[in-house]
């Protein structure tokens, strides 16, 4: 709007009159093109509503930033802490309000589910078994259509990967092409319930619909 009329009204405040307090008070690098893209990823993940897999390379306030996701409208997040001891994950889980713990599925120390009425547990290389009696969404990390085609059936869901070369790991690039995946479509091995990882980004969207991916 025009508000040419208002240049002579002595504003009531000014920027200077502004304080941030906590402004980079964590150290993260806000400017930074990686950080950037990185939270615009998860808000595309939030407003689409698919999955996106969060990793985390210090664990100063994280719980903030996975509270702050939960606020935003994510349904499901995967708490992956291979190098953290159990204390320092119940710890982790005790900072995220009860309302939202039920959306939280762990990647180490499945017992902790049952314990903190946690949504499932995500079985992968480090932990492949569940204890006897376990209540939850049931999750598994696939790299080939083979592992898919054995778990699919077993689980909620599977994860398919690297789809794309990998954002996080170096020499860790796409293992499947375009064509093998739309094989895969046609033969009803990728489904809804295959949601796949490894270097996704917004644009790939449509890429991952076009081949049966459910995220």
Do not use: W
């Not at 499945?110 to 569940?130: D, E, I, M, T």
């Amino acid at each position: 709007e025009n508000f040419s009329e208002l240049q002579d009204v002595e504003p009531l405040f000014t920027p200077d009159d502004t304080c941030v307090f906590d402004k980079y008070a964590d150290g993260d690098p806000y400017e930074d093109q990686q950080y950037i893209k990185n939270f615009r990823l998860m808000l595309d993940a939030i407003n689409r509503q698919y999955p996106v897999k969060l990793t985390t390379k210090n664990n100063k306030g994280e719980e903030k930033y996975i509270v702050h996701l939960f606020e935003q409208g994510i349904t499901s997040l995967h708490l992956r802490k291979p190098h953290a001891v159990e204390k320092d994950v119940q710890a982790l889980i005790e900072k995220i309000p009860h309302q939202f713990r039920s959306q939280v599925v762990l990647h180490e120390h499945p017992h902790l589910v049952a314990k903190y009425q946690l949504q499932g547990f995500h079985l992968n290389s480090r932990c492949s078994h569940l204890p006897d009696g376990f209540k939850g969404s049931v999750s598994r990390s696939c790299h080939s259509l083979e592992e898919v085609m054995r778990y699919k059936d077993q689980c909620d869901y599977v994860f398919l990967s690297p789809i794309f070369d990998s954002i996080s790991k170096e020499d860790y690039g796409s293992a499947f092409s375009e064509a093998t995946l739309q094989k895969a479509y046609k033969q009803g091995i990728i489904d809804s319930k295959v949601i796949a990882l490894g270097g996704i980004k917004p644009e790939h969207a449509p890429y991952l619909k076009a081949n049966g991916f459910g995220g």
